[in-house]
């Protein structure tokens, strides 16, 4: 409907069709997310899995049906989007307002040609009498509408409007609500010392586990949070809820109050849609009703940063993968993937690409000549049932490393008859054991990546290596700097992000619209890596947008399967300034941000 007539129509109207759909889409997605965690809540307490074996097979279980039933709903709700834009809000071609002076001004002079002005005149008379009886009939309506809900009142409905309505004036229903406001605001600093609590209480049972961990905690976890709290504090929280509810009941009868109240107002006093007032306003006869939910996700917390650095003077962590719990894994420019063994040991060396590497000449090199030689892993991923990881050297092609780590065996370097010039992502189909990976470009190589963009290269490649088979082929071709590749958690399509021409493309796998490909959707800036959240159904990708000063901005984008874009966070500050980023992958409660620029992996935790 974008650029179309009938958007110009809807927006002359001061109606947002599109905006309207987008708050469906995205309600029916948050209802769909807390139906999934309730059920997962509920599943846990009666198998009794926390802090077993089972708490990890419950929530992957969940998640996978989750997944499958999100697939399924994204694609029924883009068909509901479709046709909504092209049927109920769509306008006859050339449909204009009356009044429109660009469709008037097309037909004066043929219409001055053929006027009648004694036809005119008689036709002018005759519309001030259908407007002086239109006008008639309005009034006419309106009185019956009075007189009908006039009947249809209750005296003690009348009694108590009346009685509102002398009560206040408009200075004192503005006092009013201003005392609400400070009474909210009073409420969430409350809530907020209780949330701190509850994370110091957090923070204490862990540390906790790390110093005793066979002690059995599971009534300390649960004691935490407001059932934990004193009893005096709860009934100060629900007199305040109760003053609210009295300031709301209060103010409902007045219509005209909430003419200058906007959600900005409340957004100081609750910033997260966790955490809202939800009013919905409507007549003096009718009362509004109130909404007060108050939860605490792991959202809502602060984020904290740090720095993992990297043995030195080692450069350029790109990609990340984890394994049973343990790392991450990054690879880096000298040509070694790296395990981080924690902060007390930091990184150490896991994995090579090439036989003949040498640490003295290859550890802490940069020159992009003594890449065939030392080698540059980028996409890395394990796959789990052995413990094997799966590497894309952007001079080598795809390789493979042992559980053991050290030296990767070479798998496949060309295909087609056309060498690997610059292999960059990779992914993994945990159930058909394949492993999807691109091939940035024909011509150019990794140290060529400016000469691609300038020349607007489009010579990449998606390719599948078939673990079983250990056959390649090729998905699709023409590609413009394919960088990054993410499995869908249901294994139906595979996204692809192309970094010169700044967008993710979608290639379905099964079903209906098998082989085919889809733009799915398109940035200011140009993507690299992308990664999908660990319960599967979002999708973070590296995005670096180019700013009109000259400096790149890095940002985080979170989309899911069906394109829409659901978040966006700059990560333009002191680590990150003018920098670019290769990945964003969450792990853990915690962002781990890859950068070709820099001496550390960025973990941002929450």
């Known amino acids: 409907m974008e650029g179309s007539e009938g958007e110009e129509v809807f927006k002359s109207l001061n109606l947002e069709p599109q905006v309207f759909i987008n708050e469906t889409l995205n309600t029916v997605d948050d209802l769909l997310d807390e139906a999934f965690h309730f059920f997962h809540q509920e599943a846990s307490t009666l198998l009794n899995a926390d802090g077993t074996g089972r708490s990890q097979s419950l929530t992957e279980g969940v998640a996978y049906i989750r997944n499958l039933i999100r697939s399924d709903l994204d694609e029924r709700l883009g068909m509901w989007e479709k046709y909504c834009l092209h049927h109920c809000f769509a306008v006859p071609k050339g449909f204009s307002l009356p009044g429109n002076k660009d469709s008037t001004d097309e037909c004066l002079t043929d219409q001055d040609l053929l006027r009648d002005h004694d036809l005119d005149e008689q036709l002018d008379s005759l519309r001030q009498k259908l407007a002086k009886i239109g006008k008639e009939s309005a009034e006419l309506n309106r009185e019956l509408e009075t007189l009908e809900r006039q009947s249809i009142t209750s005296d003690r409905c009348a009694v108590l409007v009346n009685e509102a309505l002398q009560s206040y004036d408009q200075d004192s229903m503005h006092g009013l609500f201003e005392e609400m406001v400070r009474t909210v605001s009073e409420l969430r600093e409350k809530m907020e010392k209780l949330r701190a609590k509850r994370t110091e209480d957090i923070a204490s049972v862990k540390m906790e586990r790390i110093f005793k961990p066979n002690q059995d905690y ?20 629900l007199a305040d809820l109760k003053k609210v509810f009295s300031f709301v009941k209060e103010l409902c009868f007045f219509e005209t109050l909430w003419t200058p109240i906007k959600w900005s107002e409340f957004s100081r006093f609750f910033p997260t849609r966790n955490m809202a007032i939800v ?117 080598l092609g795809l390789v493979v490393v042992g559980t053991n780590g050290r030296l990767a065996r070479p798998l496949v370097n060309s295909e087609e008859g056309q060498t690997f010039r610059f292999t960059d992502g990779l992914d993994i189909d945990q159930l058909r054991r394949q492993v999807y990976f691109t091939d940035a470009s024909a011509v150019f190589s990794l140290s060529e990546i400016q000469q691609a963009v300038a020349a607007n290269d489009a010579t990449g490649r998606l390719l599948r290596y078939d673990i079983e088979t250990n056959n390649t082929s090729v998905l699709l071709r023409n590609l413009s700097g394919p960088a990054g590749v993410a499995v869908a958690p249901d294994f139906s399509f595979v996204l692809v ?95 781990y941000i890859g950068s070709l620029d820099l001496n550390f992996v960025g973990k941002y935790s929450f």
């Open 218 to 237: 599971s009534v300390s976890i649960h004691s935490n949070g407001l059932s934990n709290r004193k009893l005096e504090d709860l009934h100060v929280i």
């Open 279 to 395: 009013l919905v306003i409507t007549r003096v006869t009718m009362l509004p009703i109130l909404m007060l939910l108050f939860t605490f996700p792991p959202s809502v917390l602060s984020l904290t940063f740090r720095q993992l650095l990297l043995p030195s003077p080692a450069m350029g962590p790109d990609s990340f993968a984890f394994y049973n719990g343990q790392g991450p894994y990054t690879t880096v420019a000298d040509g070694r993937t790296l395990k981080y063994a924690g902060p007390n040991v930091g990184f150490l060396d896991y994995a090579f690409d090439t036989p003949n590497r040498s640490k003295a000449v290859c550890d802490g090199n940069t020159n992009p000549s003594l890449g065939p030689t030392c080698g540059r892993p980028l996409g890395i991923g394990f796959l789990l049932r052995t413990g094997e990881l799966y590497n894309a050297d952007a001079y």
């Open 497 to 591: 992000t192309e970094y010169i021409a700044k967008r993710v493309q979608k290639y379905w796998l099964t079903g209906p619209r098998a082989n085919t490909t889809e733009v799915l959707v398109t940035f200011q800036g140009r993507p690299d890596n992308i990664k999908r959240t660990p319960a599967g159904d979002y999708y973070w990708v590296a995005v670096n947008i180019p700013m009109p000063n000259g400096v790149n901005q890095p940002t985080a984008v979170k989309i899911n399967g069906f394109g829409r874009i659901l978040a966006s966070y700059s990560l333009n500050d002191v680590q990150y300034y003018n920098k670019t980023i290769s990945e964003v992958q969450e792990y853990g409660h915690a962002f």
